[in-house]
């Protein structure tokens, strides 16, 4: 499973039927983070549930502006102005597309819900009995190094919650860890870093 910067990518996978849940072997998220208080976007009421739909379209361009400016690191608004152009008519496609995201931006997880799914889902053996497997699931976290809207601090934090054990961690050059960082990216690692992204996932996969 990957994550797109949206942490309720995990809390949706919990309700996943049972089936699928057991084939997965391994998680790779990208850019996402737990509820803080120093968070850009808190949990709560989307303020812009009251307001009128054409003063919501009217907001749409400087919505993504912001976004941009934030979700897209100084290098690639530099190298890269033909990405800037395309997000820009992407998002303003749909004159709805950032109050979306800002509405998704409210669910964010919490440090004792992704507790809950460690045990539920990343180490489920844990608590039972130690004749039963006590195989992990292997997990991955990526975060730009200069994500302005989900620091990298936090991503640091999911990656410490669910592998807390460094014996369950991977090798990314000579030390053993579960969590990367991209340089020259904020939260829009995909885009942005594409190639670097690619090859630690296929690292991840080939070490599992």
Avoid at 30 to 36: F, H, L, P
Avoid at 87 to 106: G, L, S
């Amino acid at each position: 499973m990957g994550g797109d910067g949206h942490p309720n990518d995990m809390s949706s996978q919990q309700t996943s039927s049972t089936s699928l849940l057991a084939q997965v072997k391994g998680l790779v998220l990208i850019s996402t983070g737990v509820e803080d208080s120093t968070l850009l976007v808190k949990r709560g009421p989307p303020i812009f549930r009251h307001v009128p739909i054409w003063i919501l379209r009217c907001l749409q361009p400087m919505l993504t502006n912001a976004f941009l400016k934030m979700g897209l690191s100084p290098t690639t608004h530099q190298l890269k102005p033909e990405l800037i152009r395309a997000a820009k008519e992407a998002n303003n496609q749909n004159d709805m597309e950032m109050v979306c995201h800002y509405y998704r931006a409210h669910d964010w997880i919490t440090k004792d819900e992704l507790s809950r799914f460690y045990f539920d889902f990343i180490a489920p053996n844990d608590n039972q009995p130690a004749n039963q497997n006590t195989q992990k699931r292997k997990v991955l976290v990526v975060h730009g190094v200069e994500d302005q809207i989900v620091p990298v601090e936090k991503g640091q934090i999911v990656a410490n919650i669910l592998v807390p054990n460094d014996e369950n961690r991977i090798v990314v050059g000579e030390e053993r860890t579960n969590f990367v960082t991209i340089p020259d990216a904020s939260h829009s690692v995909m885009q942005e870093q594409p190639d670097t992204l690619a090859e630690q996932i296929f690292q991840f996969i080939l070490m599992n």
